[in-house]
């Protein structure tokens, strides 16, 4: 993450199913291109490229049915649990930006080393895997 281009990650992934591009008009401005599932978690596949440097920022999976123990098996014991929660002052509901928080309603298991956050929700479900090339949220709030 934050090195592979647009360009590779085509060579290595083909064409999208379909893509949105966001532009929040300041700062950023990302496309985010679908794939069908991987073979080791089927569900999907999101690449998310930053659109002015043609950089992949993130790539994340959403499995269909993965539990938090298949994927610490899978993954490893060299986990921390994160607790996070919106810090929603810089945005609306789920939109605004993640921190940590000892009370957060937002549980990742976290790779930090290898760049591995994985969501999982009260069921103890995987809602999602990202591979990612800094934090997933803040260490404090923004907001005041």
């Known amino acids: 993450m934050g ?29 985010w291109y679908y794939y069908d599932s991987i073979p080791e978690y089927p ?11 043609n950089i992949v920022k993130a790539v994340d999976v959403q499995p269909k049915d993965l539990s938090k123990e298949e994927a610490i098996r899978d993954f490893g014991q060299d986990y921390v649990v994160t607790r996070y929660d919106f810090d929603s002052c810089l945005g609306d509901e ?3 930006p993640l921190f940590e928080s000892p009370s957060g309603a937002v549980i990742f298991i976290e790779y930090r080393q290898r760049g591995i956050a994985i969501a999982v929700n009260g069921n103890d479900k995987v809602n999602e895997i990202r591979y990612v090339s800094e934090a997933i949220g803040a260490a404090i709030s923004k907001c005041k």
């Open 94 to 96: 789920e939109a605004a």
């Open 3 to 31: 090195k592979s281009t647009l360009a590779e990650m085509r060579g290595v992934l083909g064409a999208p199913k379909r893509s949105e591009t966001f532009n929040d008009g300041k700062s950023y401005s990302e496309v």
């Open 43 to 53: 569900g999907t596949l999101r690449v998310i490229v930053d659109k002015t440097k």
